[in-house]
């Protein structure tokens, strides 16, 4: 038995302890908001935290997860951060075909909860693994912006949008 | 993909707009493949369903474009694939517009297959060609004007006033006297009334949606992992849901021999192993254990006969095969080239490229009895529904095809001979339970349904003075049409014109200029891709106009121009081009511009790229792209399907190549098939040009320009000109 949670949700499994946890959330647990890419952690698609951290899920077998804590994209807009990181990517526009973005906004979420202000190159680190085959990376670089400036904002007083060109 | 669609676009507009439309015109256009009672919509308010027109008939679809609800919800059923371009907004913004509705309660619904929903452009259901705005410019504006009439007939009913002296504003009747009445509570009243005979659109002017910058209807549910892709169908919806993955033939064209399943059917989870066109399917309960399985299956090929081709080979034939002419596409007379004051001579290679959609091809299919139902994301609804029936020996309307989201498609999920619907079908057929069969990424790669390689030769001279005095154009490829139910409708006189577009129709006037085809017979699937024939032959072109500028002394903008004098459009997007970018300013050392314009779809997109080069490596710091695509329905969406077919683009003038050795494709996912990233995209500007009396294509025309904008620059930069495509960046070490 391999137990962690999911969402907040405490479970235990007899899966095969090699399932990747992609699978294990989008057959056995039916979210299907985590995205199926490449298999093989090259393109961020299925990108969830683990304790807090961005992972691959596609890359990550569950047999790792004992204790852990997992939070998906179904989840994400409960905290602040991924909350701010939601409505920028609205005011932004950015999404697409949007089946990358599942995954681009956790990478982001995970960014901003460490650094509050990121920079150019802090975003080209952090979200330079999270392809996007339309193409919406200036609008994702954009989002990350305004989301930063949401969050510092402070409280009580309207929130400054970041008007930051393409 | 089918090209030409501007012109029957631009046939269909010019009587519209702003006049009036006799409806008998509209059903003759609009639903000339569907007969029957169809009126383009239909009414269903509340729980009451009927046809809007005065002797309901047995009502089959019941939301054929537009619902309004008792609660004033607005729902637009939306005939196309969304896979990005945003149909989901821009439809329903034409349908709005002409309604009068509050547009915060607007929702978009993808519709299923159906000949209601078919393509006004190609009599059947399709996305593609860049046609889904142009296509639905007139039919969804009628749509909405027709039930602000009936909605407003209505209320001048009720109030027993003159509905000329009625007006809507916001999803509200309002009466002479200040009457007001909402639209959901005149639904039920306004859906027993006949259809009006006469339809007046507004005029461009009294636009007050259409034009306007519009955030996407979509954004909230892609940003919390509700939106619903094919590959998110899960048991929840279809009962003992299946996943299936396929063992295929490795070279295309091979047949399963034997196959050895002594090791799958062990596998926990594994129920099925069913044998295919071209391959061996495992299915199983879940995804893991279906490629568990498959991982522990082998199969023996019958290779008998099948060619199995080698890049390496196929390139010197085909450079070979450019040196002769082929069969004339475009007839000229180049004698001339012969005492060319000045001749330049290029060749140029494209690969075979993979779609990559970041969503991998799936297909779920439910079978029971006589009845078949699919969920999918498909372009092509009307072909795949056909090839799923006949699969099943069914008629096409015992299948039922759901039309899910696409994460991408690029042309990948419009295959006129419906591949993967066709394996889905069978595999669904066979195993006797409801199956999803998913492609990997590896599969997908490995594929097939590419971009075809090409090779282009192209012979110009310069006159004395400096000018063009002939051009000898020679392309080598695979034929995208050959072979399919298409053909006989886009290949005319042995000259497939997605082969050639781009050439043959260059706005460029150039005189004696000759265009001949050699169409190789391969066995590697193509099909088109995002931009069509348009994908290497605006390469060609352009490179070589920078290269013809460059031999005869002038500047490649004030070059081009000379060409363009009887192409307003086309030289306008030029000189804004030039003028955004600021052509002809001074650079920071080690940096350079390269300009390239090409018309597709309709429209016209000038790029300016900025670039350095570091090491060998390309940087591309900037593109400054300006676009006229007619009147500008969504400059939202606009922008950003430039910014993202310049991404498209640039992936692949830098990266993409699929290459074959013997037989099998050399590239399985995105560390050797790669995309490019978010560190590596450059700045974009996008300027749109006002104007226009009707919207022309947007999700193409953008990527053409790229590749030969970066090569010119990178030319300007270090006088070495990239001629292949993706870019042997080698070639710029010092």
Same mark, same amino acid.
């Given at each position: 038995?391999?137990?962690?949670? $999911?969402?907040?949700?405490?479970?235990?499994?007899?899966?095969?302890?090699?399932?990747?946890?992609?699978?294990?959330?989008?057959?056995?647990?039916?979210?299907?908001?985590? *995205?199926?890419?490449?298999?093989?952690?090259?393109?961020?698609?299925?990108?969830?935290?683990?304790?807090?951290?961005? $992972?691959?899920?596609?890359?990550?077998?569950?047999?790792?997860?004992?204790?852990?804590?997992?939070?998906?994209?179904?989840?994400?807009?409960?905290?602040? $951060?991924? *909350?701010?990181?939601?409505?920028?990517?609205?005011?932004?526009?950015?999404?697409?075909?949007?089946?990358?973005?599942?995954?681009?906004?956790?990478?982001?979420?995970?960014?901003?909860? *460490?650094?509050?202000?990121?920079?150019?190159?802090?975003?080209?680190?952090?979200?330079?693994?999270?392809?996007?085959?339309?193409?919406?990376?200036?609008?994702?670089?954009?989002?990350?912006?305004?989301?930063?400036?949401?969050?510092?904002?402070?409280?009580?007083?309207?929130?400054?949008?970041?008007? $930051?060109?393409? | 993909?089918?090209?030409?669609?501007?012109?029957?676009?631009?046939?269909?507009?010019?009587?519209?707009?702003?006049?009036?439309?006799? !409806? !008998?015109?509209? &059903?003759?256009?609009?639903?000339?493949?569907?007969?029957? &009672?169809?009126?383009?919509?239909?009414?269903?308010?509340?729980?009451?369903?009927?046809?809007?027109?005065?002797?309901?008939?047995?009502?089959?679809?019941?939301?054929?474009?537009?619902?309004?609800?008792?609660?004033?919800?607005?729902?637009?059923?939306?005939?196309?694939?969304?896979?990005?371009?945003?149909?989901?907004?821009?439809?329903?913004? =034409?349908?709005?517009?002409?309604?009068?509705?509050?547009?915060?309660?607007?929702?978009?619904?993808?519709?299923?297959?159906?000949?209601?929903?078919?393509?006004?452009?190609?009599?059947?259901?399709?996305?593609?060609?860049?046609?889904?705005?142009?296509?639905?410019?007139?039919?969804?504006?009628?749509?909405?004007?027709?039930?602000?009439?009936?909605?407003?007939?209505?209320?001048?009913?009720?109030?027993?006033?003159?509905?000329?002296?009625?007006?809507?504003?916001?999803?509200?009747?309002?009466?002479?006297?200040?009457?007001?009445?909402?639209?959901?509570?005149? %639904?039920?009243?306004?859906?027993?009334?006949?259809?009006?005979?006469?339809?007046?659109?507004?005029?461009?002017?009294?636009?007050?949606?259409?034009?306007?910058?519009?955030? !996407?209807?979509?954004?909230?549910?892609?940003?919390?992992?509700?939106?619903?892709?094919?590959?998110?169908?899960?048991?929840?919806?279809?009962?003992?849901?299946?996943?299936?993955?396929?063992? #295929?033939?490795?070279?295309?064209?091979?047949?399963?021999?034997?196959?050895?399943?002594?090791?799958?059917?062990?596998?926990?989870?594994?129920?099925?192993?069913?044998?295919?066109?071209?391959?061996?399917?495992?299915?199983?309960?879940?995804?893991?254990?279906?490629?568990?399985?498959?991982?522990? &299956?082998?199969?023996?090929?019958?290779?008998?006969?099948?060619?199995?081709?080698? /890049?390496?080979?196929?390139?010197?034939?085909?450079?070979?095969?450019?040196?002769?002419?082929?069969?004339? %596409?475009?007839?000229?007379?180049?004698?001339?080239?012969? /005492?060319?004051?000045?001749?330049?001579?290029?060749?140029?290679?494209?690969?075979?490229?993979?779609?990559?959609?970041?969503?991998?091809?799936?297909?779920?299919?439910?079978?029971?009895?006589?009845?078949?139902?699919?969920?999918?994301?498909?372009?092509?609804?009307?072909?795949?529904?056909? %090839?799923?029936?006949?699969?099943?020996?069914?008629?096409?309307?015992?299948?039922?095809?759901? /039309?899910?989201?696409?994460?991408?498609?690029?042309?990948?999920?419009?295959?006129?001979?419906?591949?993967?619907?066709?394996?889905?079908?069978?595999?669904?057929?066979?195993?006797?339970? @409801?199956?999803?069969?998913?492609?990997?990424? +590896?599969?997908?790669?490995?594929?097939?349904?590419? !971009?075809?390689?090409?090779?282009? #030769?192209?012979?110009?001279?310069?006159?004395?003075?400096?000018?063009?005095?002939?051009?000898?154009?020679?392309?080598?490829?695979?034929?995208?049409?050959?072979?399919?139910?298409?053909?006989?409708?886009?290949?005319?006189?042995?000259?497939?014109?997605?082969?050639? +577009?781009?050439?043959?129709?260059?706005?460029?006037?150039?005189?004696?200029?000759?265009?001949? =085809?050699?169409?190789?017979?391969?066995?590697?699937?193509?099909?088109?891709?995002?931009?069509?024939?348009?994908?290497?032959?605006?390469?060609?072109? +352009?490179?070589?106009?920078?290269?013809?500028?460059?031999?005869?002394?002038?500047?490649?903008?004030?070059? #081009?121009?000379?060409? =363009?004098?009887?192409?307003?459009?086309?030289?306008?997007?030029?000189?804004?081009?030039? +003028?955004?970018?600021?052509?002809?300013?001074? =650079?920071?050392?080690?940096?350079?511009?390269?300009?390239?314009?090409?018309?597709?779809?309709?429209?016209?997109?000038?790029?300016?790229?900025?670039?350095?080069?570091?090491?060998?490596?390309?940087?591309?710091?900037?593109?400054?792209?300006?676009?006229?695509?007619?009147?500008?329905?969504?400059?939202?969406?606009?922008?950003?399907?430039?910014?993202?077919?310049?991404?498209?683009?640039?992936?692949?003038? #830098?990266?993409?190549?699929?290459?074959?050795?013997?037989?099998?494709?050399?590239?399985?996912?995105?560390?050797?098939?790669?995309?490019?990233?978010?560190?590596?995209?450059?700045?974009?500007?996008?300027?749109?040009?006002?104007?226009?009396?009707?919207?022309?294509?947007?999700?193409?025309?953008?990527?053409? @320009?790229?590749?030969?904008?970066?090569?010119?620059?990178?030319?300007?930069?270090?006088?070495?000109?990239?001629?292949?495509?993706?870019?042997?960046?080698?070639?710029?070490?010092?």
């Amino acid at each position: 038995m391999i137990r962690f949670t $999911v969402n907040g949700e405490r479970l235990e499994t007899n899966v095969s302890p090699d399932t990747p946890l992609l699978w294990f959330l989008r057959d056995n647990l039916s979210l299907t908001g985590t *995205k199926f890419g490449c298999g093989i952690a090259l393109c961020g698609a299925c990108t969830v935290h683990v304790d807090g951290e961005a $992972v691959r899920a596609c890359a990550t077998p569950v047999s790792s997860l004992n204790g852990k804590r997992v939070t998906t994209i179904e989840e994400i807009g409960k905290t602040p $951060v991924g *909350k701010s990181v939601q409505a920028a990517w609205i005011a932004e526009d950015v999404v697409q075909c949007g089946y990358c973005q599942s995954g681009q906004i956790m990478s982001a979420t995970a960014l901003l909860a *460490k650094i509050k202000t990121p920079s150019d190159s802090d975003i080209d680190a952090a979200m330079s693994g999270n392809i996007c085959r339309c193409g919406t990376y200036n609008r994702v670089r954009a989002a990350i912006k305004t989301a930063s400036v949401a969050n510092v904002a402070p409280v009580g007083k309207p929130k400054a949008t970041a008007k $930051v060109k393409a | 993909m089918i090209s030409k669609k501007s012109e029957a676009h631009d046939s269909n507009s010019s009587n519209i707009d702003g006049g009036q439309i006799n !409806r !008998r015109e509209f &059903l003759k256009t609009s639903a000339a493949t569907t007969g029957g &009672l169809i009126i383009g919509f239909n009414f269903v308010a509340g729980n009451k369903i009927a046809s809007a027109q005065d002797a309901p008939k047995p009502n089959t679809s019941p939301n054929a474009f537009l619902r309004i609800a008792r609660d004033g919800a607005v729902t637009v059923q939306v005939k196309h694939l969304e896979f990005g371009q945003g149909v989901m907004t821009s439809l329903p913004m =034409l349908v709005a517009e002409e309604l009068g509705c509050d547009w915060t309660k607007v929702r978009a619904e993808l519709a299923p297959a159906s000949p209601l929903y078919a393509n006004t452009l190609f009599g059947m259901q399709a996305t593609g060609g860049s046609s889904s705005v142009v296509n639905s410019w007139e039919q969804m504006r009628m749509v909405g004007a027709t039930a602000r009439m009936m909605l407003v007939s209505a209320a001048s009913n009720k109030w027993k006033v003159d509905a000329g002296k009625c007006r809507v504003e916001n999803g509200v009747v309002i009466g002479p006297a200040g009457q007001r009445a909402n639209f959901g509570d005149l %639904a039920d009243a306004a859906n027993k009334l006949p259809v009006p005979t006469k339809i007046v659109l507004k005029e461009a002017k009294d636009f007050k949606l259409i034009g306007k910058p519009t955030k !996407r209807l979509d954004s909230a549910s892609k940003g919390n992992g509700s939106a619903k892709f094919g590959l998110d169908v899960t048991a929840k919806q279809v009962p003992n849901l299946h996943i299936a993955l396929v063992k #295929r033939s490795p070279v295309f064209g091979g047949k399963v021999k034997s196959f050895n399943a002594d090791k799958v059917n062990g596998i926990p989870g594994v129920t099925h192993v069913v044998q295919t066109a071209n391959g061996v399917a495992v299915v199983a309960k879940s995804f893991w254990a279906a490629k568990t399985g498959r991982d522990a &299956l082998t199969v023996e090929w019958n290779f008998d006969g099948v060619a199995k081709p080698n /890049t390496a080979e196929m390139r010197t034939a085909y450079l070979e095969t450019a040196k002769k002419p082929g069969l004339v %596409a475009k007839a000229g007379n180049v004698e001339s080239l012969k /005492t060319a004051a000045k001749t330049v001579t290029a060749e140029f290679e494209m690969p075979y490229l993979a779609h990559a959609p970041m969503e991998p091809l799936n297909c779920t299919v439910s079978v029971t009895g006589e009845s078949c139902e699919i969920w999918a994301g498909t372009q092509f609804q009307t072909v795949d529904q056909g %090839a799923a029936a006949q699969v099943l020996g069914f008629k096409p309307e015992q299948v039922k095809i759901n /039309t899910m989201l696409a994460g991408g498609g690029f042309g990948r999920r419009a295959n006129p001979v419906s591949d993967y619907f066709r394996e889905a079908v069978d595999i669904a057929k066979q195993a006797k339970v @409801p199956v999803k069969t998913i492609w990997t990424r +590896e599969d997908d790669i490995r594929g097939g349904f590419y !971009r075809p390689m090409m090779a282009h #030769r192209v012979v110009a001279g310069l006159d004395s003075a400096g000018k063009i005095s002939a051009w000898d154009h020679t392309v080598v490829g695979q034929s995208i049409m050959a072979g399919t139910p298409f053909e006989p409708m886009m290949v005319k006189g042995g000259v497939d014109n997605t082969s050639v +577009e781009g050439v043959v129709d260059t706005p460029y006037d150039i005189p004696n200029m000759q265009t001949t =085809l050699h169409t190789i017979k391969g066995t590697v699937p193509v099909l088109w891709w995002r931009s069509v024939g348009h994908t290497h032959t605006a390469f060609a072109m +352009e490179s070589m106009m920078d290269d013809l500028a460059k031999a005869a002394g002038q500047d490649p903008v004030q070059f #081009r121009r000379a060409y =363009l004098a009887k192409q307003p459009r086309m030289l306008n997007v030029l000189n804004t081009v030039a +003028e955004k970018a600021n052509w002809g300013a001074t =650079l920071p050392k080690g940096r350079a511009l390269g300009v390239a314009v090409h018309e597709s779809f309709g429209s016209i997109c000038g790029q300016v790229a900025e670039v350095s080069v570091e090491g060998g490596k390309i940087k591309v710091h900037r593109v400054v792209a300006v676009i006229d695509c007619g009147l500008a329905v969504n400059p939202l969406t606009i922008a950003a399907q430039v910014e993202g077919a310049i991404a498209f683009g640039l992936t692949a003038a #830098r990266y993409g190549k699929v290459t074959f050795k013997d037989g099998q494709v050399e590239q399985s996912n995105f560390h050797d098939y790669p995309i490019l990233r978010l560190n590596e995209m450059p700045k974009v500007e996008v300027h749109i040009i006002p104007g226009g009396a009707s919207p022309t294509g947007v999700g193409e025309p953008g990527t053409p @320009p790229i590749a030969p904008a970066v090569a010119n620059a990178v030319f300007a930069l270090t006088g070495k000109r990239l001629r292949s495509l993706p870019f042997n960046e080698d070639e710029l070490k010092a």
